[in-house]
């Protein structure tokens, strides 16, 4: 009798050392896939991308998602590159201009604005080998913008209709060449491009060390007051699945702009830092300091705004129709 009782026990234990086993092994698989989870935020090396910048650097966005997810960060050189990512879903969330976003939305993309970055921050530059003094002098010339459509292209194009000036893309006789702008001062040189409609600190970059000259400033081009330059976006698709993620993710942002504004030596220093790993490009102090005075870091997004630089795009032809925004802006984290 002892010894049945003593092989059920041996038995007994078993099965449960069994079961133990297994909800060991199903409590760590968990942890290592809640450990394992990953946000990954995209931005440009730009100052207009400070924001995310200082974000990075500061830790906000890890501060905010918490220690069980991976922050990871992708640059890129333009907002074709970066609506790609989106929308093959290798980043979650980031900063771009609202031109791509505009273009992509109105082609059935799944994008979302969620908040703005900055506005401002858009000169227009003419190289010194160009002779070009005034906005007169732009038919016949060569310019470039990092993109086509982009949201310094649809600036630069809306402003010139009032000279009854336009690119060769839609009947006129300005040439129109794209690239990234860290390049811009060495296409100068080379006298490939005369013009480039360029946000900052290239136009200042170009400026102090090429001796271009700004034609027209940022207060002067089309939106630039009050265009949100630099916009917050996410997919329809991640906010339905992980609201709390991108609820998050807007308040690093949030503090980041909060950040800006009480510490901007430290922010233009981390912004400097940073544009230097990704362009290798040294950017000078009294550069950005001039920069930095053309834009404005915020979380609003001027809708009216945003509908007139659509209309703008639809009469240049970068979009075929007038968009509807209604399902386009998502303000409902923005504190």
């Not at 090429?210 to 917050?232: C, R, Y």
């Not at 703008?312 to 984290?333: G, M, Q, R, Y």
Request: hydrophobic content about 40%; aromatic content about 8%; charged content about 25%.
């Amino acid at each position: 009798m002892k010894k049945q009782v003593s092989i059920i026990s041996i038995i007994l234990l078993l099965v449960f050392g069994a079961l133990a086993g297994c909800g060991s092994k199903e409590a760590s698989s968990g942890s290592s896939e809640k450990a394992a989870k990953k946000v990954v935020i995209g931005y440009f090396p730009n100052i207009d991308h400070a924001p995310a910048m200082v974000a990075k650097a500061k830790g906000f966005y890890e501060k905010e998602l918490g220690k069980d997810v991976t922050v990871e960060y992708k640059t890129f050189p333009d907002g074709g590159a970066f609506m790609t990512a989106l929308k093959t879903g290798d980043i979650d969330a980031g900063l771009v201009g609202p031109g791509p976003v505009m273009n992509n939305f109105t082609n059935g993309a799944d994008v979302k604005i969620l908040a703005g970055a900055s506005s401002g921050g858009t000169a227009i530059v003419a190289s010194k080998k160009s002779g070009i003094n005034s906005v007169e002098d732009f038919n016949g010339k060569t310019f470039i913008t990092p993109g086509v459509g982009c949201t310094h292209d649809v600036q630069m194009e809306t402003f010139l209709q009032d000279f009854g000036i336009s690119s060769a893309r839609i009947g006129g006789t300005l040439k129109h060449v794209t690239g990234n702008p860290a390049q811009y001062a060495n296409m100068f040189e080379s006298g490939k491009v005369d013009i480039a409609a360029v946000p900052e600190p290239w136009a200042s970059q170009l400026v102090k060390d090429g001796g271009a000259k700004i034609i027209v400033d940022s207060s002067k081009i089309s939106f630039g007051k009050t265009l949100p330059n630099t916009i917050l976006v996410s997919s329809g698709k991640k906010i339905k699945a992980d609201k709390d993620v991108i609820a998050k993710i807007v308040k690093a942002q949030d503090e980041a702009i909060a950040f800006i504004e009480k510490n901007p030596e430290e922010a233009k220093d981390i912004t400097i830092k940073t544009i230097k790993e990704i362009t290798k490009q040294d950017l000078e102090k009294d550069v950005v300091d001039a920069a930095w005075k053309n834009i404005h870091f915020t979380t609003e997004v001027n809708k009216d705004v945003i509908q007139e630089f659509a209309n703008s795009s639809v009469e240049l032809k970068f979009l075929k129709e007038k968009p509807d925004f209604a399902t386009l802006i998502d303000t409902e984290f923005i504190n």
